[in-house]
């Protein structure tokens, strides 16, 4: 599975972005699709994720702001994140985890840079 990710950039407190991962190669139902993100001197950790089936997840510090969405059958997943705060400032990563080989793959990950 290869992924690819996309949208990151510059913005402004309060602003908004949306990011994309497109997702090729062998997919297969029963997959959790997520975006994690790594800002400077701390560890990677979970935004989002959405199910195959359509459930999702979110980290309290993102409820309310961003929402995940996914089209199965365009095999994308996509990020729209909404009244960004400088603490949101991270490189996202898009991942693909496939439940029943426990089998996980990562995009290359995009920037986001939120100005205060």
């Known amino acids: 599975v290869q992924l690819q990710a996309s949208g990151g950039g510059l913005v402004q407190a309060g602003g908004s972005l949306r990011l994309s991962c497109a997702a090729s190669g062998s997919i297969f139902k029963g997959n959790v699709m997520g975006w994690h993100r790594q800002a400077p001197g701390k560890q990677r950790e979970l935004v989002a994720s959405?199910?195959?089936?359509?459930?999702?997840n979110y980290a309290d510090s993102v409820k309310g702001r961003f929402t995940i969405s996914r089209d199965n059958a365009k095999n994308t997943m996509s990020l729209q994140m909404n009244s960004l705060k400088p603490e949101d400032t991270a490189v996202y990563y898009c991942?693909?985890?496939?439940?029943?080989?426990?089998?996980?793959?990562w995009g290359q990950g995009t920037l986001v840079t939120v100005s205060s």
């Open positions: 959405i199910g195959s089936g359509g459930n999702k």
């Open positions: 991942r693909y985890f496939h439940v029943a080989s426990g089998r996980t793959y």
